[in-house]
């Protein structure tokens, strides 16, 4: 079975696509605006996965974010395209999957100059099963409680990306849990 290409979704500044370009061409230093998501996932005690992108990443190399991020493909669901990276980027499965910021939006520069412009719904699941982290995309993963993590933010928001500072600035620890009981 053939793959479907690597693509995104460009996007106008109103948020309505007007077409795709290779995931790989996108992320420069005058990237345009594309769809995207975050997922921030749940286990059974109520702890949020925190991941730390691997060091071959292209944008924020060795940064602490949430458990995974991604871009649905031209015609996928949001939930089909969270489904596949938890599988690729995490080796597992997710359940309970619910909206949490859908109207995110932000743009960031990374220290090389690499740009991200994303409209870039927010998600929270709650893990389906074991991780086992693909080394190319995570090197290191935590378990944290959510106020940890709202804390977290507050206090070392540089050693933390971008997007995940700015979407916890608009939920607490309780709004994430609450999500997931709706």
Not at 9 to 26: E, F, I, S
Not at 38 to 59: H, I, P, Q
Not at 162 to 170: A, C, Y
Request: proline letters at 9%; charged letters at 25%.
């Amino acid at each position: 079975m053939t793959q479907p290409p690597d693509e995104v979704v460009l996007l106008a500044d109103d948020g309505t696509p007007v077409g795709t370009a290779p995931r790989a061409t996108v992320h420069h230093e005058d990237t345009p605006l594309h769809l995207a998501f975050s997922c921030y996932l749940l286990d059974d005690d109520g702890r949020v996965l925190l991941t730390r992108r691997a060091l071959v990443k292209r944008a924020w190399p060795g940064v602490w974010t949430n458990a995974f991020c991604g871009h649905p493909r031209p015609g996928e669901t949001f939930e089909d395209a969270i489904h596949r990276y938890a599988r690729h980027e995490l080796g597992t499965t997710v359940t309970g999957l619910r909206p949490l910021l859908p109207d995110f939006r932000y743009r960031a520069v990374d220290a090389s100059g690499v740009v991200e412009n994303e409209v870039c719904p927010v998600y929270v699941a709650r893990v389906g099963g074991p991780l086992e982290p693909n080394p190319d995309e995570v090197m290191d993963h935590r378990w944290v409680g959510a106020d940890e993590m709202v804390d977290a933010v507050a206090r070392v928001p540089w050693a933390l990306s971008p997007w995940m500072v700015l979407q916890v600035g608009r939920f607490d620890a309780a709004t994430l849990r609450a999500a997931l009981e709706a």
